[in-house]
């Protein structure tokens, strides 16, 4: 059995390792595909400045490329790599918090992108419960 960056493959395979990391899958996994499919509503509403304005072309860019990169991270991750979950536990921190300022913006976004954002903060809220959990800690310290 091949050691991973920290521990061994066994650690990887523990029921509820292997629990946590498909619900941090699962979780990236809808962020990613709500935060793509919104920006394709907003290339389909692109000539309707009351639904879609800049804020909403730049918010949904960052947050569809943040997505790809935490679905990638959650992966690796899952595979072992600390260096995977140290990055996911910093993007899906500080991505909440970006959420929760943006949301709160009177006026930055339009109705329908705040609640597809809050949405969204919600998902990686889970992920950042998951990735500050003991076991997930425990498994990825530094040795």
Same mark, same amino acid.
């Given at each position: 059995?091949? %050691? ?18 498909? %619900?941090?899958? /699962? /979780?990236? #996994? #809808?962020? +990613? ?8 509503? &907003? ?6 400045? @009351?639904? *879609?304005?800049?804020? &909403? ?10 997505? /790809? +990169?935490? $679905?990638?991270? !959650?992966? =690796? !991750? ?20 970006? *959420?929760? *300022?943006?949301? @709160?913006?009177? =006026? $930055? ?6 609640? %597809?954002?809050? &949405?969204?903060?919600?998902?990686? /809220? =889970? &992920? ?16």
């Amino acid at each position: 059995m091949d %050691e991973n960056e920290n521990g061994t493959a066994q650690d990887l395979r523990h029921p509820q390792t292997m629990r946590a990391f498909r %619900e941090m899958k /699962l /979780l990236t #996994g #809808g962020y +990613l595909a709500l935060s793509w499919l919104t920006m394709g509503a &907003v290339y389909l509403l692109r000539d309707h400045p @009351s639904v *879609v304005n800049d804020n &909403v072309w730049v918010r949904g860019g960052i947050v569809a490329l943040a997505s /790809l +990169l935490s $679905f990638a991270l !959650a992966r =690796r !991750a899952a595979g072992g790599s600390r260096g995977a979950y140290r990055r996911l536990r910093i993007l899906s921190a500080v991505m909440v918090v970006a *959420v929760v *300022v943006i949301v @709160s913006l009177p =006026r $930055f976004l339009p109705p329908w992108m705040r609640i %597809e954002q809050a &949405v969204c903060g919600l998902l990686l /809220l =889970r &992920v950042v419960v998951i990735t500050a959990g003991g076991r997930m800690r425990a498994l990825f310290a530094a040795k």
